[in-house]
């Protein structure tokens, strides 16, 4: 069975380089890496690795995630497909273990996914990456389950889908219809293509072993860069679904007074959009491991 991993960039080169060597350091390799890039040109000069790398280009000024993976999936030669997000470092078991998870059952595998601090990342000597640190380093987010090397964990609530890295069979992404491109922006995404998933009957799983490290980049609390995104697209999730997803997104915003809104709630009411202040104040310090 050939496995494709596929990945989404814009501006983040270090972090690219960073899990390009994490992929070359694989028990065993993947078969190839699609790189769907949502920004002008591929980065130059990127390290050479024992498996193809394939390129593919992504219009749109706003983040077209769902888009940009579609077009990644679509390219992928790959039987089975791992999305694994730029920012993460796969650990050297991390495609052997989704490889076997999909051999034996089809379904939708979730890996365990750590938060590494800023400056977490170091190099040997030879040039490849200590993983032995990003190891001591890495912190469980607290609201993922902790898995056993070789589990696998049924999950009956699509809603637990992230998207930092996660595994399926090409087959069933597209019987799901894939992504849906209507998502525009940042949040939402996700949540719709597991509940498609779900429609089409591929169960969720978590996958133990198949363990990435997040690189630290800058957050927020309340996520205020990606309002405007988060509210459109948690409306087009409730058209479809009559549910909410982002439900946490959404209370931090109701509390503070930018929307009226509930989860019992038909609509959501924009009263005001952050301002300056509060996006400056919201961003995390470089020592915060996990959002």
Known sequence: MKLSVLTLVRQRREHLVNLMLSLDAQRHRPDELVIAWMQPEPEANLPAVRFPVRHVMVEGDT???????????????????????????????????????LSSRPALYLGEVHYLPADAVRYRADGTLDLERLATLGERHPARPTLAAREIRFDPDPGNLWGLSFALMREDHLRAGGMDEGYVGYGGEETDYAWRLAAANVALYWVGGALAWHQYHPLYAPPWPHFDAIIANARRFHQRWNRWCMDYWLEQFCEAGAIDWSPDAERIEVLRRPTAQEIAAARLPASARYC
């Open 63 to 101: 983040l077209p995630l769902a888009r940009a993976r579609n077009a990644a999936a679509s390219a992928a030669h790959g039987e089975a497909l791992v999305f694994l997000d730029v920012d993460c470092i796969a650990s050297p078991p991390l495609i052997e273990r989704y490889r076997d998870a």
